[in-house]
T-cell receptor, first 113, second 108 residues
Framework: ETGVTQSPTHLIKTRGQQVTLRCSSQ?????VSWYQQALGQGPQFIFQ???????GRGNFPPRFSGLQFPNYSSELNVNALELDDSALYLC????????????FGPGTRLLVL | AQRVTQPEKLLSVFKGAPVELKCNYS??????LFWYVQYSRQRLQLLLR??SRESIKGFTADLNKGETSFHLKKPFAQEEDSAMYYC??????????FGAGTTVTVRA
């Protein structure tokens, strides 16, 4: 069984740029959730994708967008990067939507200068 | 809106001593509650969830609906319990709401 993987592990961008983060879900899982974890804080929910459709969204602006592909892998895109977007971005996969245990990836550390 | 509060950012205990991590939540319904743990250089992983009522690695957590708390306890802490612990709530939908976390250090 392959766990959740994320790429890249870390990257540096400048303000105003765009970034794409990738996540491969655990084998057999059809749901991917994305979280942002700022330094010293707990993860904050960005959105969830279930069977290629957005299944819910947290309090993040529209410049945070995502996709889920037929193989259930997912992308998180952030446009017009701001300094406050610097954080660890976590992806979690699960089977089904409501109430299922989420399995987390190692995260992508994004630094915006 | 739901909210999870972990009042202690840091907790230091001696090996063999009891440890209790506090978690309080605000939510009007009956949420699902979780404890997640992150060991050094490892990914965030589920420790236990309320609905399963399991004891994992000697840890237990009791849901007190009257006090809206879900404190995590272990009677005898071990050095390998040193980690960051997050309490999380799911209001029976798609997302997890996390607390800010408690760093536990178990000293020999």
């Amino acid at each position: 069984e392959t766990g959740v993987t994320q790429s890249p592990t870390h990257l540096i961008k400048t303000r105003g740029q765009q970034v794409t983060l990738r996540c491969s879900s655990q084998s057999g899982h059809n749901t991917v959730s994305w979280y942002q974890q700022a330094l010293g804080q707990g993860p904050q929910f960005i959105f969830q994708y279930y069977r290629e459709e957005e299944n819910g969204r947290g309090n993040f602006p529209p410049r945070f967008s995502g996709l889920q592909f037929p193989n259930y892998s997912s992308e998180l895109n952030v446009n017009a990067l701001e300094l406050d977007d610097s954080a660890l971005y976590l992806c979690a996969s699960s089977y089904g939507g409501v109430g299922e245990t989420q399995y987390f990836g190692p995260g992508t550390r994004l630094l915006v200068l | 809106a739901q909210r999870v509060t972990q009042p202690e950012k840091l907790l230091s205990v001696f090996k063999g001593a009891p440890v209790e991590l506090k978690c309080n939540y605000s939510y009007s319904g009956s949420p699902e509650l979780f404890w997640y743990v992150q060991y050094s250089r490892q990914r965030l992983q589920l420790l236990l969830r309320h609905i399963s009522r399991e004891s994992i690695k000697g840890f237990t957590a009791d849901l007190n609906k009257g006090e809206t708390s879900f404190h995590l306890k272990k009677p005898f802490a071990q050095e390998e319990d040193s980690a960051m612990y997050y309490c999380a709530l799911s209001p029976n939908d798609y997302k997890l709401s996390f607390g800010a976390g408690t760093t536990v250090t178990v000293r020999a």
